[in-house]
């Protein structure tokens, strides 16, 4: 028995495909990768299944996670990248006119 759940695109490749399965005669959710590339179609050993038995925690875990903890700002996005922002190079200001540093002429 093979239930397709949902189908959610990854990237341009690869899709997440969720659907419910028989494997080894025990039902459970399977969450795995599935790949549209010139070298090779299909699921990938990446992913996981949720054993049927186990499903109701498994939700209860996903229904508790808040959705404002998945939202990320630009400096939490750099930070979590290793963004030090001493480690920038300082804007040069200048609002001063340019000189001219060539050596002047000494009188003789």
Sequence with gaps: MEK????IPKNAETDIVIRIDDFGGKVGLTI???VKSERYTG???AGTRIP????????????SINEADLETSEETKKEDLGYDPSTEPKEE???EKPTNDAPKEQEI
Excluded: P, Y
């Excluded at 397709?4 to 189908?7: G, P």
């Excluded at 049927?52 to 229904?63: C, G, L, M, T």
């Design 43 to 45: 699921f990938t050993k």
């Design 32 to 34: 795995r990768e599935f």
């Design 52 to 63: 049927a038995d186990k499903f109701k925690q498994f939700k209860e875990a996903i229904n």
């Design 93 to 95: 200001t200048t609002s």
């Design 4 to 7: 397709d759940i949902d189908k």
